[in-house]
């Protein structure tokens, strides 16, 4: 038996959580929504829509797109993009090891004898 969960922030209905975090951070390292939607099997337009779908619901831009040229265009996390992104991600980190404390408090062998 392990303990398993899910972490969002929602006002009315989900905003933010694990796979919104998870594109907006490879975008931050890739420079690209379209290589970080190829990379977690994503279409573009797909996340695309994401993050126009998550923009709107939060009340300001997530990324800036780079116009396209010679070099290419890309995107980039916008400072409350970042700001987001960075802090669900270090919650989320910090709740991963609090509930895993948890989890070994109450789930342990002991827990696990009385159910045999």
Not at 27 to 53: C, H, T
Not at 67 to 85: A, P, Q
């Amino acid at each position: 038996m392990r303990l398993n969960y899910k972490l969002w922030l929602e006002e009315d209905e989900r905003l933010f959580g694990d796979g919104p975090c998870q594109i907006l951070e490879l975008v931050d390292q890739l420079g690209s929504l379209r290589q970080a939607a190829a990379e977690i099997n994503m279409s573009y337009s797909q996340a695309w829509k994401l993050i126009k779908k998550l923009e709107k619901r939060l009340g300001f831009k997530l990324l800036n797109k780079k116009v396209g040229g010679s070099s290419g265009g890309g995107s980039e996390l916008t400072e409350k993009g970042r700001i987001l992104t960075e802090s669900f991600s270090e919650f989320r980190k910090e709740a991963a090891g609090c509930l895993s404390g948890l989890e070994k408090k109450y789930f342990n062998q002991e827990f696990k004898d009385k159910l045999k």
